[in-house]
């Protein structure tokens, strides 16, 4: 598209906001009772977080990496290709994350990195909570219906927000090559809730501007006492 | 479903015998190649002379519901009641998402309307690319062939004019044009419209957005190319701005009493406009949206009020 610089976010938007959300609706009832499974994988990520044994933080990078095939070929390739033509490059982006957990999380994993124990660490630990529990809630804002639900495993903002979590929580290591895919995503998905003028649109990109200055932060703080 | 456009009010029965009471009425104002029906007023397309409604049917959004057959289902009715009500033209792109295979799978569901008048686009660089995705488009509307295919955005267009002209010397295509929106890149088609035998431009043009009225719209008239007008609404973000403010009351001079009508007749009422394109979920608002089409047009004094007026509560 010629002076594509000139369009504003809101000329760009190729689906109204009730088809959007319809597509969480649809996508739910598609895969129900997945999402019970889903929700289980995020507890199960909890107790490997206080388990912190190597071979735990394997098992964490593991699930993340599933979770993050999962939505690049049911949701991305399968469902939001139908309405946006770009969904195919973020299925493209989403198996790369996946296999760069499993390279970085599982077979390059170093041994012996405790679980951050500090401030980033404490603040690693609610963002993972808010997006297993709390992100969820938002389909309860007015004009949508619980059946769209965005869930942690099924849906990629609260995927990409536990991600996030996740590497804040220094539980899985190198984290740098991690970042740019989840944080790249939640800028385009609060961009597009803009768009929509949906009212929890700051939410993503907060969270991962948050969680990438923390993670950056705490790198530097480690570096330091090394 | 939300609908990203108009504020106004579903039509009821009464309201719609009253719209078709008026399209009956012989108040119409005479306005170049302006023909009358009892549905929607007609303008000729300058190239060959054929009759087209000034209203037609934008996929822009409001056909991108991808595979929720309820959605689906919803545009087909939409369509149904739009080809009800005189309509002709419906114009799609493959940039709109899944609008083709929605359009398509309307078009298969309501069975194609012989009078259906398929508006398309190419939206690819190269030539070869360009023939794959527009008989990769014909297939998803399902149908032999489209009526009009236009070069989206001018992208490639020294790629795809050839394309197209070939088409249409070889009975594969009647009409050949090019697009534009949000008023960007008028000097390049102004310079195509000189240069190239189109038949058709398309471009935005609202109550707002009046440039094309300077170079454009006169260009067409001078060189007999048909207009198409997307945005006539822009995209519902004028009707929330005039929805701040009561419509005068001089409005019922032309038969609306509402915005949306104000906006559509205003637009349909310029002399090179063939016709606009407002898209809608609703079957409501295209029947309005036809019935806009019905009744008294805005003569060439009432436009430049209607102009005045929008500009005066800016």
Same mark, same amino acid.
């Given at each position: 598209?010629?002076?594509?610089?000139?369009?504003?976010?809101?000329?760009?938007?190729?689906?109204?906001?009730?088809?959007?959300?319809?597509?969480?609706?649809?996508?739910?009832?598609?895969?129900?009772?997945?999402?019970?499974?889903?929700?289980?994988?995020?507890?199960?990520?909890?107790?490997?977080?206080?388990?912190?044994?190597?071979?735990?933080?394997?098992?964490?990078?593991?699930?993340?990496?599933?979770?993050?095939?999962?939505?690049? +070929?049911?949701?991305?390739?399968?469902?939001?290709?139908?309405?946006?033509?770009?969904?195919?490059?973020?299925?493209?982006?989403?198996?790369?994350?996946?296999?760069?957990?499993?390279?970085?999380?599982?077979?390059?994993?170093?041994?012996?990195?405790?679980?951050?124990?500090?401030?980033?660490?404490?603040?690693?630990?609610?963002?993972?909570?808010?997006?297993?529990?709390?992100?969820?809630?938002?389909?309860?804002?007015?004009?949508?219906?619980?059946?769209?639900?965005?869930?942690?495993?099924?849906?990629?903002?609260?995927?990409?927000?536990?991600?996030?979590?996740?590497?804040?929580?220094?539980?899985?290591?190198?984290?740098?090559?991690?970042?740019?895919?989840?944080?790249?995503?939640?800028?385009?998905?609060?961009?597009?809730? +803009?768009?929509?003028?949906?009212?929890?649109?700051?939410?993503?990109?907060?969270?991962?501007?948050?969680?990438?200055?923390?993670?950056?932060?705490?790198?530097?703080?480690?570096?330091?006492?090394? | 479903?939300?609908?990203?456009?108009?504020?106004?009010?579903?039509?009821?029965?009464?309201?719609?015998?009253?719209?078709?009471?008026?399209?009956?009425?012989?108040?119409?104002?005479? &306005?170049?190649?302006?023909?009358?029906?009892?549905?929607?007023?007609?303008?000729?397309?300058?190239?060959?002379?054929?009759?087209?409604?000034?209203?037609?049917?934008?996929?822009?959004?409001?056909?991108?519901?991808?595979?929720?057959?309820?959605?689906?289902? /919803?545009?087909? %009715?939409?369509?149904?009641?739009?080809?009800?009500?005189?309509?002709?033209?419906?114009?799609?792109?493959?940039?709109?998402?899944?609008?083709?295979?929605?359009?398509?799978?309307?078009?298969?569901?309501?069975?194609?309307?012989?009078?259906?008048?398929?508006?398309?686009?190419?939206?690819?660089?190269?030539?070869?690319?360009?023939?794959?995705?527009?008989?990769?488009?014909?297939?998803?509307?399902?149908?032999?062939?489209?009526?009009?295919?236009?070069?989206?955005?001018? &992208?490639?267009?020294?790629?795809?004019?050839?394309? &197209?002209?070939?088409?249409?010397?070889?009975?594969?295509?009647?009409?050949?044009?090019?697009?534009?929106?949000?008023?960007?890149?008028?000097?390049?088609? %102004?310079?195509?419209?000189?240069?190239?035998?189109?038949?058709?431009?398309?471009?935005?043009?609202?109550?707002?957005?009046?440039?094309?009225?300077?170079?454009?719209?006169?260009?067409? &008239?001078?060189?007999?190319?048909?207009?198409?007008?997307?945005?006539?609404?822009?995209?519902?973000?004028?009707?929330?701005?005039? /929805?701040?403010?009561?419509?005068?009351?001089?409005?019922?001079?032309?038969?609306?009493?509402?915005?949306?009508?104000?906006?559509?007749?205003?637009?349909?009422?310029?002399?090179?406009?063939?016709?606009?394109?407002?898209?809608?979920?609703?079957?409501?608002?295209?029947? %309005?949206? #036809?019935?806009?089409?019905?009744?008294?047009?805005?003569?060439?004094? #009432?436009?430049?009020?209607?102009?005045?007026?929008?500009?005066?509560?800016?």
């Amino acid at each position: 598209m010629s002076e594509w610089w000139t369009y504003s976010l809101r000329d760009l938007l190729l689906f109204s906001p009730s088809t959007y959300y319809r597509l969480f609706e649809l996508y739910n009832i598609e895969w129900w009772p997945l999402q019970i499974f889903a929700l289980a994988l995020g507890m199960i990520v909890l107790l490997l977080l206080r388990n912190g044994s190597d071979q735990a933080r394997k098992a964490i990078a593991v699930i993340l990496a599933l979770c993050w095939l999962w939505l690049a +070929w049911a949701y991305h390739w399968q469902r939001y290709a139908s309405i946006n033509w770009a969904a195919s490059y973020y299925a493209a982006a989403f198996a790369l994350e996946a296999l760069l957990l499993l390279w970085l999380g599982v077979i390059r994993q170093p041994p012996g990195m405790a679980e951050a124990r500090n401030k980033s660490g404490r603040s690693g630990m609610v963002l993972f909570v808010f997006a297993l529990l709390a992100y969820p809630l938002l389909a309860l804002l007015p004009g949508r219906s619980w059946t769209q639900a965005e869930l942690f495993g099924m849906a990629p903002d609260p995927t990409a927000l536990a991600t996030l979590a996740i590497i804040l929580l220094g539980s899985v290591r190198p984290a740098w090559w991690l970042l740019p895919i989840p944080v790249m995503w939640c800028l385009i998905s609060g961009a597009t809730l +803009w768009a929509m003028a949906s009212p929890d649109f700051w939410l993503p990109p907060l969270a991962a501007l948050l969680a990438s200055a923390m993670a950056i932060s705490s790198a530097r703080k480690f570096s330091g006492q090394t | 479903m939300t609908t990203p456009a108009k504020t106004t009010p579903p039509l009821n029965n009464s309201r719609r015998r009253l719209l078709g009471m008026i399209a009956a009425s012989p108040l119409l104002v005479a &306005l170049p190649g302006l023909t009358r029906h009892s549905q929607p007023a007609t303008r000729a397309i300058p190239s060959s002379g054929e009759a087209l409604p000034l209203v037609g049917l934008g996929s822009w959004i409001s056909f991108n519901v991808g595979n929720d057959k309820a959605a689906r289902d /919803a545009s087909a %009715e939409v369509m149904r009641n739009f080809f009800q009500a005189g309509g002709r033209l419906i114009d799609s792109s493959p940039m709109y998402g899944s609008a083709q295979e929605v359009i398509g799978y309307g078009l298969t569901k309501i069975g194609r309307p012989a009078a259906l008048f398929a508006a398309d686009k190419v939206w690819v660089s190269g030539g070869d690319a360009g023939r794959a995705q527009m008989e990769e488009s014909r297939q998803l509307w399902g149908i032999p062939r489209f009526d009009l295919l236009q070069v989206h955005n001018l &992208l490639s267009w020294e790629a795809h004019l050839p394309t &197209l002209f070939t088409m249409k010397a070889n009975g594969r295509l009647r009409y050949t044009g090019i697009t534009t929106s949000h008023g960007r890149r008028h000097g390049d088609m %102004e310079q195509l419209m000189k240069s190239q035998p189109l038949d058709f431009i398309q471009l935005t043009y609202n109550l707002y957005d009046r440039e094309a009225e300077q170079r454009l719209l006169p260009l067409a &008239l001078e060189r007999g190319i048909a207009v198409i007008v997307n945005r006539p609404f822009q995209q519902g973000a004028l009707l929330r701005r005039l /929805a701040r403010h009561p419509l005068p009351s001089w409005a019922a001079e032309i038969d609306c009493s509402n915005w949306a009508q104000f906006a559509l007749k205003f637009v349909i009422s310029h002399p090179a406009v063939t016709c606009a394109i407002p898209a809608t979920t609703r079957v409501a608002h295209v029947l %309005e949206n #036809m019935g806009t089409a019905s009744g008294r047009l805005p003569d060439q004094a #009432m436009r430049a009020r209607m102009a005045a007026f929008v500009d005066s509560l800016s």
